[in-house]
């Protein structure tokens, strides 16, 4: 019998073709709820810029599986499964954990593949928390957006925004107290503002009125195609400053996303939101948004 030629390294700018296979691969197998072809591309833009924070398995030269924390993404290609790689990947993956000073290590484990579940149970992994997508209900009817008098709202400008470090700095404030901690880096937002479908229009930012280059609070939608060709919309982000919370900001900045996206031609509108942000669930469902699919995740303590 000849001997399997495996590897467990960190991901390097010339894997991201192998990556892609692995992901194309299980899309199918796996039928991952609220997961599209077009998802694939948009979580590569945010991965190939920071190689070093994914872990990829090879056999015999050929990339068969990946983790990337900062993803809570575990993939293995269907043909190379029960072969130990996903079991390697762990700790390999708990590495970059304890690297960038994260407690824990969290994984998305499909509540739908058992033998997903047993795995993570088995290497010590437990249930902790659901990220939800919710779904605007057919029909419901959203009212336009009226920000306060005290504020400004322009699109993101890529010269007056341009200095990358200082947005990264403001999105993470925005979100300070989220149930998840956010791990954007430069380097990464840089690589997805640098990417061909980038759109600056998709990305409302709001300012005091008095210093409109100051931002405070911001949304950013994006839409895909489904496989029936249908256009289905997402409110990515949301998030506002603490000290200008409290304001409506958020309400507004939801309306305005919901406006937009049906502008550009959204048969249907989803979010994503943890189940543990009852602040943002209730904002939620009083705008006719629903709970359509759980996101169950794991977590293994970092040692």
């Known amino acids: 019998m000849p001997t399997i030629a495996v590897v467990i390294r960190r991901a390097g700018a010339s894997d991201e073709a192998g ?3 692995v992901m194309v691969a299980s899309l199918a197998t796996d039928a991952i709820p609220g997961f599209l072809r077009s998802d694939i591309e948009r979580a590569l833009v945010r991965i190939v810029p920071d190689p070093a924070g994914t872990v990829v398995a090879v056999e015999d030269g050929r990339v068969v599986g990946y983790c990337t924390p900062n993803h809570d993404d575990l993939t293995v290609h269907p043909a190379f499964r029960r072969r130990g790689h996903a079991r390697r990947l762990v700790p ?13 290590l969290q994984l998305y484990v499909p509540s739908h593949l058992p033998a997903s579940q047993a795995f993570a149970a088995s290497l010590g992994f437990r249930y902790r928390s659901s990220l939800w997508q919710f779904r605007l209900r057919e029909g419901h009817e959203v009212p ?14 890529r010269d007056l925004d341009s200095d990358i470090d200082a947005w990264v700095a403001f999105m993470l404030a925005a979100f300070e107290g989220h149930p998840t901690a956010m791990t954007w880096t430069p380097a990464v937002i840089a690589h997805v503002n640098a990417s061909s479908d980038f759109d600056p229009a998709a990305i409302l930012l709001v300012a005091p009125a008095d210093d409109p280059t100051r931002p405070i609070g911001f949304a950013r939608i994006e839409t895909a195609v489904d496989e029936a ?4 919309g997402d409110v990515g982000l949301l998030g506002v400053l603490p000290a ?16 937009d996206l049906r502008r550009r031609g959204a048969d249907t509108i989803e979010l994503s939101v943890e189940a543990a942000n009852e602040r943002a669930t209730t904002l939620y469902r009083a705008h006719g948004f629903e709970p359509a699919i759980e996101w169950p995740h794991w977590v293994l303590p970092a040692r």
């Open 144 to 157: 336009p957006p009226e920000f306060p008098a005290d504020v400004a709202t322009r699109p993101f400008d």
């Open 92 to 104: 390999a993956a708990m590495e970059v954990v304890r690297e960038r000073g994260h407690p824990e």
């Open 244 to 259: 200008w919370r409290g304001r409506g900001l958020g309400r507004e900045l939801l309306r305005w996303s919901v406006a």
């Open 229 to 232: 060709g249908a256009v289905v």
């Open 19 to 21: 990556i892609r296979d």
